[in-house]
């Protein structure tokens, strides 16, 4: 292809891609006015409805589920990578706080 095609190419697909934007946000907007207007309904209906479900099933499921998850974590804190994922989660965690220390208060200006 020559230099041209590909630019030719290349805004048909960046049209394309707008078109489809435009199509995608039209068809959810309906579920997002829903949201907007209908948000506190909405949440504590769907945690009572949550809750229903959860009280529906048997007490050996949730046993179950319990017993799987503290034998997956048991498993990952006796694995030899538990040092670098705990160091990595922590390192992340300190870099996503600042630190109070380099923030100086600002002081009013006086005039």
Do not use: N
């Not at 891609?17 to 995608?24: D, F």
């Not at 007490?59 to 994922?85: D, Y």
Request: net charge positive.
């Amino acid at each position: 292809m020559s230099l041209r095609q590909d630019r030719r190419a290349a805004q048909a697909a960046e049209i394309r891609a707008i078109v489809m934007k435009r199509e995608l946000q039209r068809a959810g907007s309906p579920l997002a006015r829903l949201w907007r207007r209908h948000r506190t309904a909405l949440v504590i209906g769907g945690g009572m409805a949550a809750g229903v479900i959860v009280s529906l099933l048997p007490v050996r499921a949730f046993a179950r589920a319990g017993s799987t998850v503290g034998a997956l974590a048991g498993m990952a804190l006796r694995s030899p990578f538990a040092p670098i994922v705990l160091g990595w989660i922590a390192k992340a965690q300190e870099q996503a706080a600042p630190d109070e220390a380099d923030v100086a208060p600002q002081r009013p200006v006086d005039g």
